[in-house]
């Protein structure tokens, strides 16, 4: 088919990423697919993430691959080493992606805790037994200028999650991203929780685990991360700090409907955190990775 791939103007850059754009059009000008690159930097210069598209009529006819080579050589003209793309199990996706050199580096199981359902005394139980040495704190937005330095060390906490064979390099974290970040989240009308573990002998986070709420308090709430400090791990904080998480959740948005999280299939840990606090699995996604 006669196609013709078109620069978008890219969205506005991130504090920590850009994106790279193109809409894929037939002879007639009508649109039939698109692609969208995110180049990373802040400790993961070498990494692009693909998202790419394509009507399902205009499938298999070289709409998918003409928008991944224009996406690839755009990667490498940004000195990129590699590509991720993710594609969900049983869809096209999982065969395209292999069939043009990417390899399935890993494998995310998304689940969904729906409100309704909570146990609330048992939730209550969970957040109000004592952990020696530990007090919870929480916090909506940007995190308060007395726990901002502590906030971003302890970031490093999700250095060295399970992530199976997947090359995302280390983010690099400070008080200006973290700010950066949550003022993201406030931009586009949305509301950022987060609840943290605080070692009581110093006053330093130990861990945290955050959570995003549409502006309007209603749909579902996604998890963004929850993390301990290897110093800290074997005291339960995880399920502790995500427990206070999702009773504020239940309290402060009646109409919210569930929380979505998703986790590492090698990241056993979380899965059971998640399996104990009545997470259901959702579906399954497969990370791919083109090396360059």
């Given at each position: 088919?006669?196609?013709?791939?078109?620069?978008?103007?890219?969205?506005?850059?991130?504090?920590?990423?850009?994106?790279?754009?193109?809409?894929?059009?037939?002879?007639?000008?009508?649109?039939?697919?698109?692609?969208?690159?995110?180049?990373?930097?802040?400790?993961?210069?070498?990494?692009?993430?693909?998202?790419?598209?394509?009507?399902?009529?205009?499938?298999?006819?070289?709409?998918?691959?003409?928008?991944?080579?224009?996406?690839?050589?755009?990667?490498?003209?940004?000195?990129?080493?590699?590509?991720?793309?993710?594609?969900?199990?049983?869809?096209?996706?999982?065969?395209?992606?292999?069939?043009?050199?990417?390899?399935?580096?890993?494998?995310?199981?998304?689940?969904?805790?729906?409100?309704?359902?909570?146990?609330?005394?048992?939730?209550?139980?969970?957040?109000?037994?004592?952990?020696?040495?530990?007090?919870?704190?929480?916090w909506q937005g940007t995190v308060p200028d007395d726990l901002a330095q502590t906030f971003a060390d302890s970031r490093r906490a999700m250095d060295?999650?399970?992530?199976?064979?997947?090359?995302?390099?280390?983010?690099?974290w400070d008080v200006d991203r973290v700010r950066a970040a949550a003022k993201a989240v406030e931009q586009r009308g949305d509301h950022l929780h987060?609840?943290?573990?605080?070692?009581?002998?110093?006053?330093?986070?130990?861990?945290?685990?955050?959570?995003?709420?549409?502006?309007?308090?209603?749909?579902?709430?996604?998890?963004?991360?929850?993390?301990?400090?290897?110093?800290?791990?074997?005291?339960?904080?995880?399920?502790?700090?995500?427990?206070?998480?999702?009773?504020?959740?239940?309290?402060?948005?009646?109409?919210?409907?569930?929380?979505?999280?998703?986790?590492?299939?090698?990241?056993?840990?979380?899965?059971?955190?998640?399996?104990?606090?009545?997470?259901?699995?959702?579906?399954?996604?497969?990370?791919?990775?083109?090396?360059?």
């Open positions: 088919m006669s196609l013709r791939i078109t620069p978008l103007t890219a969205p506005a850059h991130g504090a920590h990423s850009h994106r790279l754009a193109w809409l894929a059009s037939d002879a007639d000008a009508i649109p039939v697919g698109a692609a969208f690159l995110r180049l990373f930097d802040g400790g993961q210069e070498h990494l692009a993430e693909l998202t790419l598209h394509v009507h399902p009529v205009e499938r298999r006819r070289g709409v998918g691959s003409r928008l991944l080579d224009t996406a690839v050589a755009a990667a490498r003209d940004n000195t990129r080493r590699r590509v991720v793309a993710q594609a969900d199990a049983g869809t096209p996706g999982t065969a395209f992606l292999p069939a043009r050199g990417f390899r399935k580096v890993l494998t995310l199981r998304y689940s969904r805790l729906p409100l309704a359902d909570v146990d609330i005394p048992s939730l209550t139980g969970t957040v109000e037994r004592p952990h020696s040495g530990y007090r919870l704190a929480s060295d999650m399970p992530m199976e064979d997947t090359d995302h390099g280390t983010t690099t987060t609840v943290v573990a605080i070692d009581t002998s110093n006053g330093s986070i130990a861990g945290f685990t955050e959570l995003v709420v549409p502006g309007g308090g209603t749909g579902d709430a996604q998890h963004y991360g929850t993390g301990v400090l290897p110093e800290h791990r074997g005291h339960g904080l995880g399920r502790w700090m995500k427990a206070e998480s999702i009773r504020q959740a239940h309290g402060h948005y009646p109409d919210l409907g569930g929380l979505l999280t998703d986790t590492a299939d090698s990241n056993t840990h979380m899965r059971h955190i998640n399996d104990r606090l009545g997470y259901l699995p959702t579906r399954t996604t497969l990370q791919y990775q083109l090396d360059l």
